[in-house]
């Protein structure tokens, strides 16, 4: 059978060690070097940034978010042993928990290492459709005369790399569509390389959970169940018909998804909608200079994903949410697309002012839209603001010196509020 050592990348037939390096961690699968639709997931993303960057918490639970009223935007394998996982209420967490070092997300810093992994990504092949900063589908279907090595390998020596050039660790998935192919790369986390092959997909399939599928929700899972329908095989009695009859364009999918089928190619065409931002209060506040803290701290972390990913928007949002959990949403449109903190902060700002004193308010968040390439954005000058082109200047000038010297080289005095 067809077999690849993850550790030296030998391929070989058959065998639990690798013959070359003795090594245990050994893929194999009789299709193992035909298939070439993969989804890469990172192990733990944030956190393992974090733990890469501080050694003195590699041994320790890490959760990332902030405030016992937040929520877990991550975990590492520690936490997540002790039942922590990704959008729990972080007093939750906290209580399954207790001695997790929680740690603020550091967008900007996760944003630089993910251009790092999307450019080893790049070298593979330019079928990419990234999912998140951590997370991409593949298409590396005709790429092996021009690396020398079928997909499989070069996938291994992808995550090798990571490991090797920047101290983070990812899971592969390789199926022959991308509905597989995520599937696979979340059987064996961390560090996992799992196939699913044609031969043997009916088989895989048949007794897995529907809740299995990417976007199965609790709603749609309620009413799955109502209809009967738990596991694939469920779903394999139904029609067609009746399917998309009782469930709309979901119960179409469903009915190919319960076959293995999925016709989607991995684009790298599909636009990212928005940018934002938002944070819980541990206590509900109407106090304008934390609300103002918050809201530049905001601005910053959107700007930064904005500037990582070579973006700009024409609209900035705020949203707010009262004690009563009301929500209001104020959007302002801008004559020219930015990326600079300073300019969103100060759109948000006024539209924070419009809103006038109707708090206490227990989130804040702030988000920028109706996104473009970075090449259209603060070109022109403002004639209602002759110091807008000064302090752009000096935002650039910043951010420069913190790339050099880390996130914390400078900041403004609003954001220690």
């Known amino acids: 059978m067809p077999s690849l050592c993850r550790d030296c990348l030998t391929q070989f037939d058959a065998g639990r060690r690798c013959p070359a390096c003795g090594s245990p961690r050994v893929v194999s699968d009789p299709e193992l070097f035909d298939l070439s639709i993969a989804h890469m997931d990172c192990d733990a993303f944030y956190a393992s940034v974090e733990k890469r960057d501080n050694p003195e918490l590699a041994d320790k639970p890490v959760i990332i978010g902030g405030g016992k009223r937040g929520v877990v935007s991550t975990a590492c394998y520690v936490a997540r042993i002790r039942g922590v996982r990704s959008a729990m209420p972080m007093f939750k967490a906290l209580d399954l928990c207790p001695d997790a070092v929680v740690v603020k997300p550091r967008m900007s810093v996760y944003a630089e290492v993910s251009r790092d992994i999307r450019a080893m990504m790049d070298e593979l092949t330019p079928a990419i459709e990234p999912l ?20 499989a390998v070069m996938l291994a ?20 569509n991308k509905f597989l192919a995520k599937v696979a790369s979340d059987l064996d986390k961390p560090r996992g390389f799992s196939v699913i092959n044609r031969q043997g997909t009916a088989t895989f399939l048949s007794d897995k959970p529907v809740r299995l599928i990417w976007g199965i929700g609790p709603a749609a899972q309620a009413s799955l169940d109502k209809a009967g329908i738990r596991t694939f ?16 364009s979901m119960g179409y999918r469903l009915w190919h998804l319960a076959r293995g089928q999925d016709k989607r190619r991995v684009s790298n ?8 931002n938002e944070t819980t209060f541990f206590e509900d506040t109407n106090n304008p200079d934390i609300l103002d803290g918050h809201l530049w701290r905001m601005a910053e972390k959107v700007a930064d994903r904005a500037k990582a990913k070579r973006l700009a928007g024409r609209v900035v949002t705020l949203k707010l949410k009262r004690a009563n959990h009301a929500i209001l949403t104020r959007r302002l449109s801008l004559r020219d697309a930015t990326q600079m903190a300073d300019t969103i902060y100060r759109t948000a700002r006024a539209l924070f002012d419009q809103v006038g004193d109707q708090g206490p308010y227990r989130l804040l968040g702030c988000g920028l839209s109706d996104l473009c390439s970075e090449e259209a954005a603060d070109k022109s000058g403002d004639l209602l603001d002759p110091n807008a082109t000064q302090r752009s200047n000096a935002e650039r000038a910043t951010d420069a010196i913190r790339k050099r010297f880390g996130t914390d080289a400078i900041i403004k005095g609003r954001t220690l509020r």
Not at 132 to 151: I, M, N, R, V, W
Not at 269 to 276: A, L, Q, V
């Open 233 to 248: 095989s469920d779903l394999l009695r139904w029609e067609q018909e009746a399917l998309t009859e009782r469930f709309g």
């Open 269 to 276: 065409n599909e636009p990212m909608k928005s940018i934002s």
């Open 157 to 176: 020596r992808l995550v090798k790399r990571m490991k090797d050039e920047l101290g983070l660790t990812g899971s592969i998935g390789l199926s022959h």
């Open 132 to 151: 998140s900063l951590d997370e991409a589908f593949l298409d590396l279907s005709g790429t092996q005369k021009l690396h020398g090595a079928p997909p």
